[in-house]
């Protein structure tokens, strides 16, 4: 089951802030969060295991609510690098194999 | 060190042609991955390895997707015939990983290469 993420875009200005949600259907372990800029490929930011502390990479910072089963990517006092597509992903299937699916990503457009 | 290589970078093909792509991943990286991004959408993955076996090609498209990694290191994507439908990013990945010991998680990150844009007409 596809991970659901909100919202599909955020345009902001620099300086300001934003939240990416994703959401799942199934219990979570894990939940990996990449951001991929226009025609590159997909760049690791981090993982949020389940019973792990809240994690951060430069101004972004996520954190994972196992009950809810969600993730939340924020991202604090916004620069124009920070724009790409957001996607976070899941881990699925049997076998504890690294797989992911992917959330249909949130775009993020920073303005100066 | 250096990242995921992947050739060629753009492609065009007509329906019903075949085409391979290839990639090389990070040195001692065990697991490579070979993804599929439509424009506007996330990854979705199509075999995984893990050294030279496969651990999961539940999405393939076995009748016209084919897939290899022989010796453990590089691998390519073979598509034959193509269709309209299979214009995409192809990605490969790869991660250091194994299967994590403790219920299911697992924490390895995944390198993307740069993609090779596929574009049949």
């Known amino acids: 089951q596809q991970p659901v993420q909100s919202p599909q875009a955020v345009i902001l200005r620099e300086g300001e802030d934003a939240v990416i949600n994703c959401s799942s259907s199934?219990?979570?372990?894990?939940v990996h969060w990449y951001r991929q800029k226009h025609g590159e490929a997909p760049v690791f930011l981090m993982i949020?295991?389940?019973g792990g502390e809240q994690k951060g990479h430069e101004k972004i910072s996520a954190s994972f609510n196992e009950k809810k089963q969600q993730s939340s990517l924020y991202l604090t006092a916004s620069q124009l690098s920070y724009s790409g597509t957001y996607f976070c992903?899941?881990?699925w299937g049997a076998g504890g194999y690294n797989k992911l699916i992917f959330g249909a990503g949130t775009r993020l457009a920073v303005h100066p | 060190e250096a990242g995921v290589a992947q050739s060629p970078r753009y492609k065009i093909i007509e329906k019903r042609q075949s085409v391979a792509f290839w990639c090389n991943p990070i040195?001692?990286?065990?697991?490579l991955y070979w993804y599929q991004q439509i424009l506007g959408q996330g990854p979705k993955l199509l075999i995984q390895?893990?050294?030279?076996?496969?651990?999961?090609d539940s999405q393939l498209p076995k009748d016209r997707f084919s897939a290899e990694r022989l010796k453990g290191v590089d691998s390519t994507l073979k598509i034959q015939p193509a269709k309209l439908e299979d214009s995409a990013v192809y990605l490969c990945?790869?991660?250091?990983?194994?299967?994590?010991?403790?219920?299911?998680?697992?924490?390895?990150?995944?390198?993307f290469g740069p993609g090779t844009r596929l574009t049949v007409l």
């Open positions: 990945a790869s991660s250091l990983g194994t299967s994590s010991a403790r219920g299911g998680r697992f924490s390895n990150e995944q390198f």
């Open positions: 040195s001692g990286h065990a697991t």
């Open positions: 390895f893990q050294n030279n076996g496969v651990v999961d």
């Open positions: 199934k219990a979570l372990y894990s």
């Open positions: 949020l295991l389940k």
């Open positions: 992903g899941t881990p």
